[in-house]
């Protein structure tokens, strides 16, 4: 069974900074590897995925994703306040994504 | 953007009642998905559905649940009877394609709480 790890559970930075959050995972067939973003009390929302080892930026987001290390992250450039919220990190196959249990960032002004 | 609406928000009910979360996904997506999250731990994977079909579902799934999506209307989780385990938030969600060709659409939750 897929084994999904977050770190850090929670991250505090000043507005400006950059932030980075990292995602382990247990299953090399893994296929799929996307960052979701939920405020409170609100739906999951996905902020971006990538599909093969490499590096996808968006804005200021950018996803590296090394599939040999069974790894990937997500770094927010100039973070925001905006950006506090949960950040989930989602792998697996085709029809069943396995869910991290999340990093609490707070950004503060 | 997409929204996935899940009805109800919250509900009380007591242990061996029957309930039924409604969700009513994104009206050109394909596939669909339950997931349950206890308060303080990870979003786990229960069932998914495709073309009228359970494809796969987790050890969570217990005989106790079913899904169905009758007549393309709401996408439906039944527990009956209910347990005091099954209190949780229960996500919905969809997608257009598989999960590696598009991103899932969540809905904002169904929370659970068997008394």
């Known amino acids: 069974q897929q084994k999904v790890q977050q770190s850090p559970e929670s991250l505090i930075v000043p507005e400006g900074a950059m932030t980075s959050l990292n995602c382990t995972f247990s299953?090399?067939?893994?296929?799929?590897f996307a960052w979701y973003r939920q405020h409170s009390g609100k739906a999951p929302k996905a902020l971006m995925s990538?599909?093969?080892?490499g590096e996808k930026e968006e804005g200021r987001f950018t996803i590296h994703l090394n599939k040999a290390s069974l790894h990937f992250s997500l770094h927010i450039r100039d973070s925001q306040p905006s950006d506090s919220a949960l950040y989930l990190c989602?792998?697996?196959?085709?029809?069943?994504?396995?869910f991290g249990k999340g990093t609490s960032l707070v950004v503060h002004p | 953007g997409p929204k996935v609406l899940q009805i109800p928000s919250h509900q009380i009910i007591d242990m061996g009642q029957m309930v039924t979360l409604n969700c009513d996904p994104v009206?050109?997506?394909?596939?669909f998905y339950w997931y349950k999250q206890i308060l303080g731990q990870q979003m786990e994977f229960l069932v998914n559905?495709?073309?009228?079909?359970?494809?796969?579902k987790s050890k969570l799934f217990k005989d106790q649940f079913s899904v169905e999506r009758p007549d393309g209307s709401y996408f439906t989780l039944k527990i009956q009877p209910t347990a005091l385990e099954d209190s949780a938030v229960y996500f919905c969600?969809?997608?257009?394609?598989?999960?590696?060709?598009?991103?899932?659409?969540f809905g904002e939750g169904s929370k659970l709480t068997v008394l």
């Open positions: 969600a969809s997608s257009l394609g598989a999960a590696n060709t598009g991103q899932l659409y």
């Open positions: 299953d090399s067939a893994s296929q799929y």
């Open positions: 990538i599909f093969s080892n």
């Open positions: 989602a792998t697996g196959g085709n029809y069943k994504p396995t």
């Open positions: 009206s050109n997506h394909l596939y």
């Open positions: 559905f495709y073309n009228g079909k359970v494809m796969e």
